[in-house]
T-cell receptor, first 111, second 117 residues
Framework: QKEVEQDPGPLSVPEGAIVSLNCTYS??????FMWYRQYSRKGPELLMY????GNKEDGRFTAQVDKSSKYISLFIRDSQPSDSATYLC???????????FGEGTQLTVNP | GAVVSQHPSWVICKSGTSVKIECRSL??????MFWYRQFPKQSLMLMAT?????????EQGVEKDKFLINHASLTLSTLTVTSAHPEDSSFYIC?????????????FGPGTRLTVL
């Protein structure tokens, strides 16, 4: 079993839709949770960083963590074609240690 | 802030030659850098952890004599693919760890696409 599970998609939505991206993890040692966005042929870009259960909002993006269920989510409101990318969840066991990545979900937002 | 650069962005080389890829943290110092490779439509695979002034720690299955890593300063790490072969063709990405406010965050470079003919 993988430590971090993420549905690879692909996920296709119309412009303006609310997008929900999710990851589950099996190792309770994970304490920090990150979401990266990766455009084709580019390096990943950090979107959100959380370390506690609950919600964290940044513009159109909301990261949600439920440690009791070992489940994290990223919500994108009012999705735009420019949001089309692969979204990767990532977790280090401790701050600064190596990251364990999900497989990545490929998202396409259609105009 | 927190910008990481890589050079070159793409390189084509002949089989048997060596290729050096540079990773630089432009506006911060990074004690730790990581090297990944990524195949099409797949997630990132960690190759090695690079700490400034010490030997890199390689992941299981990664040949340290083939993928030479040097972390000579707090802003520069290099990955040299020695005697490259077509199966080494891949997208290589580095990341650098920024420590701020008691937390460490990895910032990624734009990647280097290597094609070995």
């Amino acid at each position: 079993q993988k430590e971090v599970e993420q549905d690879p998609g692909p996920l296709s939505v119309p412009e303006g839709a609310i997008v929900s991206l999710n990851c589950t993890y099996s190792n309770s040692a994970f304490q920090y949770f990150m979401w990266y966005r990766q455009y084709s042929r580019k390096g990943p870009e950090l979107l959100m960083y959380t370390y506690s259960s609950g919600n964290k909002e940044d513009g159109r993006f909301t990261a949600q963590v439920d440690k009791s269920s070992k489940y994290i989510s990223l919500f994108i409101r009012d999705s735009q074609p420019s949001d089309s990318a692969t979204y990767l969840c990532a977790m280090p066991r401790t701050s600064g240690s190596r990251l364990t990545f999900g497989e990545g979900t490929q998202l396409t937002v259609n105009p | 802030g927190a910008v990481v650069s890589q050079h070159p962005s793409w390189v084509i080389c002949k089989s048997g030659t060596s290729v050096k890829i540079e990773c630089r943290s432009l506006d911060f110092q990074a004690t730790t850098m990581f090297w990944y490779r990524q195949f099409p439509k797949q997630s990132l695979m960690l190759m090695a952890t690079s700490n400034e002034g010490s030997k890199a720690t390689y992941e299981q299955g990664v040949e340290k004599d083939k993928f030479l890593i040097n972390h000579a300063s707090l802003t520069l790490s290099t990955l040299t693919v020695t005697s490259a072969h077509p199966e080494d063709s891949s997208f290589y990405i580095c990341s650098a760890t920024l420590t701020s406010g008691g937390t460490d965050t990895q910032y990624f470079g734009p990647g280097t696409r290597l094609t070995v003919l």
